[in-house]
């Protein structure tokens, strides 16, 4: 294990979220390994993620940069999930929001042993992107550094429709901020899948 690990928790449910900050801090400080927290941002440096099923940005994890050692844990409402999703490759682990401490702590350390992190996949049936073909046209085009009219003239749309097709290109993609999207031109965007 690192002499320091770097933790970011993304979770809408910041006092679950707090929660487990503090009971990680306490148990890897106990090891000798101080954490660091990153805080509703994903983070490509990070050796450990925890990611609730229930946020739109649950894309992330078919994201990974493939030469960055990362452990991936996915928080869940409950134990019995109602609805089946498929299970995304990049998921190492799974756990529900009413696990014990001993339990949680049992599985952290059992992924950290393990010291093997999954392959990139391409075609995670959880996470593919589902992209319409006018998307897909607007964010080569922003990809390509055009502005907003440059696209809409070469496209024969109006401006607000190529933002329109961005916003929801965005949305499906699990991004909210354009420096994100941006970023993951910059990593492969469209060539990744």
Known sequence: MKAHLNIVILDANRFFAMGLEVLLTQH??????PPAFFSDSYDENADLVFQSHSLPSHTLF?????????????????PIPRLRLPVCFHEQSTISRRIGVQALLAEVDRLLASSASLPLCKNCPRCAFTLTARERQ??????????????AKSLQL?????????????????????SELYHWFRRGGLSIK
């Not at 890897?28 to 390994?33: A, H, L, R």
């Not at 190529?162 to 499906?172: D, I, L, Y």
């Open 28 to 33: 890897f400080m106990q090891q000798g390994y």
């Open 62 to 78: 078919c994201r990974p940069d493939p030469r960055q050692l990362q452990f991936r844990i996915a928080i869940q409402e409950s």
């Open 138 to 151: 607007v964010l080569m085009a922003l990809s390509w550094e055009l502005t907003p009219q440059q696209i």
């Open 158 to 178: 109006s401006i607000k429709t190529v933002s329109a097709h961005k916003c929801t290109a965005m949305e499906k993609l699990g991004f909210t901020r354009n």
